[in-house]
């Protein structure tokens, strides 16, 4: 399997984390395994492999060109053939200011494309190249920004800033406080902007910035992990990252091959 990231045009930067592509390098018959895990990310998905497209736990088969939401419960998706599957990483808030969608309407969800432009999968389907690919999405995009026109909201926008720079270890009452803004209010324009209450995201942060550090093997022991992200004990963060995970952090290392992050092959 070969992974390439590609920034995203600038105008565009404040909407993408990056554009990424999954490609088989050779051919291959095998049935595969992937883990989609909770991140704090939103995201775009198209499927140039016509017969051997995702299909969920349930065995349905994933639409070509499809956009998700936030993922909370970690699942696990198969295909079989070769793979090649072009991919945008959103900024949590994109659901709401890109689409105008309220975000909570996708989380752990995703909804065909065709159903909000019929031309968009076809389009792809007729591009070979990747890099005229990521333009044809950005056209796309940058064509809904501009006909929406809808703005961010700025309490949020800070809010989601301090959660992702403290790495989730910031105090959400102190947080709201400082919004100037009721808890009621900020739980509800929150959830509609990012799709999560902001008490998940926190945690999501945590998660990742443990998973971090488990993936670069900065630590002696698990519990070094657990104390110096806040956790209770080594119990209470391998509960979080079976959460979030789906498997142990033992598991994990063991298992995953993440070429793409947060959405690793599982290896038998």
Same mark, same amino acid.
């Given at each position: 399997m070969r992974f390439q990231q590609f920034a995203?045009? @600038?105008y565009l930067s404040q909407y993408i984390r990056y554009f990424w592509l999954l490609e088989s390098t050779g051919e291959s018959v095998e049935v595969k395994t992937f883990r989609m895990i909770a991140d704090g990310y939103p995201g775009l998905i198209f499927q140039q492999t %016509?017969?051997?497209l995702f299909r969920d736990q349930a065995q349905k088969e994933w639409p070509r060109a499809l956009l998700y939401g936030q993922t909370v419960s970690p699942g696990d998706i198969q295909m079989q053939g070769p793979v090649r @599957?072009?991919?945008v990483y959103f900024h949590p808030s994109a659901l709401t200011t890109i689409f105008g969608f309220n975000a909570d309407q996708l989380t752990d969800a995703c909804l065909d494309l065709t159903l909000l432009s019929t031309r968009l999968p076809e389009q792809l389907l007729n591009t070979e190249s990747v890099v005229h690919q990521i333009q044809?999405?950005?056209d796309y995009l940058g064509t809904l920004i501009q006909r929406n026109k809808l703005a961010a909201d700025p309490q949020i926008q800070h809010a989601l800033q301090?959660?992702?720079r403290s790495g989730g270890h910031i105090a959400l009452p102190a947080l709201q406080q400082s919004l100037s803004i009721s808890e009621r209010s900020f739980q509800r324009r929150f959830k509609q902007q990012v799709g999560i209450a902001p008490n998940l995201f926190s945690r999501i942060c945590r998660f990742q910035v443990a998973l971090n550090q488990l993936r670069s093997r900065q630590y002696q022991k698990l519990s070094d992990v657990a104390f110096?992200? %806040?956790?209770a004990d080594q119990s209470h963060f391998i509960r979080a990252f079976q959460e979030f995970a789906g498997c142990s952090p033992y598991q994990y290392q063991k298992r995953a091959n993440e070429l793409v992050a947060n959405?690793?092959?599982l290896i038998r």
């Open positions: 995203p045009p @600038t %016509d017969q051997s @599957t072009l991919g044809v999405i950005a301090q959660l992702q110096e992200n %806040d956790y959405f690793p092959e």
